[in-house]
């Protein structure tokens, strides 16, 4: 071969959901790729390669060459943070160069302490209940509850509970829902965009009163990431809390949750 090279590079990429095309003219330079890192190694100088298998090592540091840090690997709808490894074979004059690329993946954003984590007790009843101009028309319920930590690690589960105190119709399901809450833009003007990233259903059919209904959801590796906050982009996440009447009546209540990862 003419040599062997390894290239590792790390992007943002970014694009705006189609009711903010258009808004502002801004947005078409701020949702451009922004390059966080871009090396290239030359892993093996010209020689013949033997047949068979050969193993060459080799390593690389990890730093950025500007003043962003590395963010963790995500895999969003508007936004997206990926880091790949690509090696080339060089054959000479009369042959084409061989490529293979892969996705690696980067665990960053990690704080030497835990952050405080405050339980989040909740009471939803219509009373409680958001954007509701007449409460006579809604059946009457009382669910009472908790959501465990609001600054949650982002290697372990969400946990807590609902208790259906009381409830004028049956119960058809109760489920957890993880939103990502994605931010693109800059001074000019931001396009803010919700999506449904897991929907987990934790209880079926009218369940008993007064009896604590567990509440447990894993983050998924790649489609989440630590809480993420720059000039261009936000990454965010909520928790909706989803309950189902018999007669399809929904019953939400919405819950902002900070992602960490904390040093090993």
């Known amino acids: 071969s003419s040599g062997i090279n390894a290239e590792y590079g790390g992007v943002v990429t970014m694009q705006l959901s189609s009711k903010s095309v258009g808004l502002f003219e801004a947005f ?6 922004i390059q966080l890192i871009s090396i290239n190694l030359e892993v093996s100088k010209s020689g013949k390669v033997q ?3 050969t193993t060459i090592p080799f390593e690389f540091p990890l ?13 969003g709808v508007f936004v997206s943070i990926q880091y790949t490894l690509k090696a080339e074979i060089r ?3 009369l042959s084409k160069p061989i490529f293979k690329q892969l996705e690696f993946v980067v665990a960053a954003g990690k704080v030497p302490k835990a952050p405080d984590q405050p339980e989040i007790p909740f009471l939803i009843t219509p009373e409680s209940l958001e954007n509701i101009t007449h409460t006579r028309t809604v059946p009457k319920f009382r669910f009472s509850g908790k959501l465990d930590r609001a600054v949650c690690d982002i290697e372990k589960p969400l946990a807590g509970h609902i208790i259906l105190e009381s409830s004028a119709k049956p119960i058809k ?5 993880l939103v990502r809450v994605e931010t693109c833009g800059c001074a000019e003007g931001y396009a803010k965009d919700a999506t449904e990233i897991q929907n987990v259903q934790i209880a079926d059919g009218d369940i008993i009163r007064n009896v604590p209904i567990p509440i447990h959801m894993v983050f998924p590796k790649l489609f989440t990431c630590v809480t993420t906050a720059t000039n261009n982009f936000k990454i965010e996440f909520e928790v909706n809390l989803v309950i189902v009447l018999e007669d399809d009546h929904l019953i939400t209540e919405n819950f902002p949750i900070k992602l960490y990862r904390p040093e090993d």
């Open 91 to 93: 054959r000479g004059y």
């Open 28 to 33: 078409y330079n701020s949702v451009k790729p």
């Open 63 to 75: 730093t950025t060459k500007t003043t962003r840090p590395l963010y963790d690997t995500y895999h």
């Open 173 to 177: 399901s109760i489920e957890i829902q």
């Open 51 to 53: 047949s068979g298998i």
